[in-house]
């Protein structure tokens, strides 16, 4: 969690009226300390005279340059507490920084040794409110971690400053939520009573439609490219387009078994991508509504997700087997290509996210979410159509609830391959994959139930995520600069 210190780097004192005098040097004692001596005496430099060699080259150095140190920020945090965070990571958590936050370390770069978290409530129900949405700025606390957890400490990256809004007008659980393509302020959530809200988040925060029609669960929906249609898919057996300023469904598609996962195609936006429990992926001609054509699986696929150049599919099916599948953009005809047997578990795929590039793979790579709480981080051979490498794997508790995972935007400080997922205890939670121990980074509380559904909007500053109570929480991230 971001620190809320807001006090501003030390002004340097007053030059002296006479042209000749020196300038001042800063007196602000952190701040000497930390650019004089060595911070504790485990320091990887234990050398007796490291203290006068600091004071000899500082002498040499020109003002200006301990006035742009005193003047540096990142991520709002100042020298000293860049430098006390550095030499923590490499001491292994040993060192100590300074005990106060004074106006030469502009508050600690994160916050003791245990990982930031939003304060919880005892009960989500007490914000209930007739409208169905509420703003609430939550304050920030240190905590200790979950011994089982094992959490670090908290990202920079990745630190929030509390609660953005609150939608809660569902009184079933929220299944699955996304913000419109491209944009940051368009969120939509379906629900298991079968209702689709489009609401938008900017302020003042509000809900723009309710889409009646599915009977029942809604399973997956996604935004056209302009984010002018949604496409919704339910186990009522149907596929629903509908028309968001209208609020109006334009076409209904009926299917002989639940609908299980939707997308429209990133290329051709007049092709929608169904899986459903037949075993099936049907490609859907969006004008039309008729079924392109079809391939078949060995079960019900329950994920998809399309690469950004459309010529590949990747779906998980129940029994945890994850599918290439090979698309023409253009006439929509559907061909396997691979079937990835890594996966250890036998449980459903509750998410396939495809991400472009990655920081550590240095490659296209894919998330694979299961039931079981298994998370699978593949490599992508796009010029072998698709093949699938398992790069490593992390096992969460298992639940009841589809959970749902997500990249994270590629915007800490080191290289890590970084995802949020909820959890079946109230939590969201955020790893590492690159990290095999103390992978947990983060966590957000807020919730009252089962956190269900994760998503991230367009700008990246705003994470909302969902609970089988019915709740949405938007999440809003510190600033970073």
Same mark, same amino acid.
């Given at each position: 969690?971001?620190?809320?210190? *807001? ?17 001042? =040097? ?28 600091? =004071? ?9 340059? !301990?006035?742009?140190?005193?003047? /540096? ?6 020298? #000293? ?5 550095? !030499?923590? =990571? ?17 508050? =600690? /770069? ?49 630190? @929030? ?12 659980? #929220? ?21 689709? *809200? ?43 387009? /509908? ?20 997308? @429209? ?90 991400? *472009? @590039? ?48 997500? @990249? ?11 995802? #949020? ?49 019915? *709740? ?10």
């Amino acid at each position: 969690m971001a620190d809320h210190s *807001t006090a501003s780097a030390p002004a340097p004192a007053p030059a002296p009226a006479s042209a000749s005098a020196k300038p001042s =040097r800063p007196t602000d004692p952190d701040f000497l300390s930390c650019v004089l001596q060595p911070p504790t005496p485990s320091s990887s430099r234990p050398d007796a005279d490291y203290a006068a060699l600091r =004071r000899f080259l500082l002498r040499r150095k020109p003002p200006s340059a !301990l006035h742009h140190r005193m003047e /540096w920020r990142c991520n709002g945090k100042g020298y #000293v507490a860049h430098r006390n965070f550095l !030499l923590r =990571r490499l001491d292994g958590g040993a060192a100590s920084s300074s005990a106060h936050s004074t106006p030469g370390n502009s508050g =600690r /770069w994160f916050a003791g040794p245990a990982t930031s978290e939003v304060d919880s409530w005892s009960s989500i129900r007490d914000l209930r409110s007739n409208s169905g949405v509420l703003s609430h700025t939550v304050s920030v606390s240190s905590k200790q971690s979950e011994p089982e957890r094992h959490v670090r400490f908290a990202e920079p990256a990745y630190s @929030f400053v509390g609660m953005h809004c609150i939608f809660d007008n569902c009184k079933s659980s #929220v299944t699955i939520l996304r913000f419109g393509r491209a944009n940051s302020d368009v969120l939509a959530y379906g629900s298991s009573d079968g209702s689709l *809200t489009v609401c938008q988040v900017s302020d003042p925060p509000s809900i723009l439609q309710k889409l009646i029609g599915h009977s029942k669960d809604i399973t997956d929906f996604d935004f056209s490219s302009n984010n002018q249609y949604i496409a919704s898919c339910s186990i009522d057996k149907t596929v629903r387009v /509908w028309e968001i300023s209208k609020g109006t469904c334009i076409r209904v598609v009926y299917g002989v078994s639940s609908q299980l996962c939707i997308s @429209f195609h990133p290329v051709n936006n007049n092709l929608l991508l169904v899986g459903n429990a037949n075993r099936e992926i049907n490609a859907i001609n969006f004008s039309t509504g008729r079924v392109i054509s079809k391939v078949t699986f060995d079960n019900a696929v329950t994920a998809l997700d399309i690469d950004h150049t459309g010529q590949l599919i990747f779906a998980g099916d129940a029994q945890g087997y994850i599918y290439s599948i090979s698309v023409n953009s253009h006439t929509g005809s559907l061909s396997r290509t691979h079937k990835n047997k890594s996966c250890k578990s036998k449980s459903s795929i509750t998410t396939i996210q495809y991400r *472009t @590039f990655s920081l550590v793979a240095h490659c296209s790579v894919l998330l694979s979410c299961a039931q079981d709480g298994n998370l699978y981080f593949f490599s992508i051979a796009t010029n072998a159509q698709g093949y699938l490498t398992l790069i490593c794997s992390l096992k969460l508790a298992s639940t009841v609830q589809n959970i749902h995972a997500s @990249f994270c935007p590629l915007l800490s400080l080191e290289k890590g391959e970084f995802i #949020v997922t909820g959890s079946g205890d109230s939590n969201v939670y955020f790893y590492d994959l690159a990290r095999p121990k103390n992978s947990c980074v983060n966590k957000l509380q807020g919730h009252g139930s089962p956190v269900i559904g994760v998503a991230w909007n367009h700008g990246e500053n705003l994470l909302a995520s969902s609970d089988s109570d019915g *709740t949405v929480i938007v999440w809003k991230r510190a600033k970073s600069n």
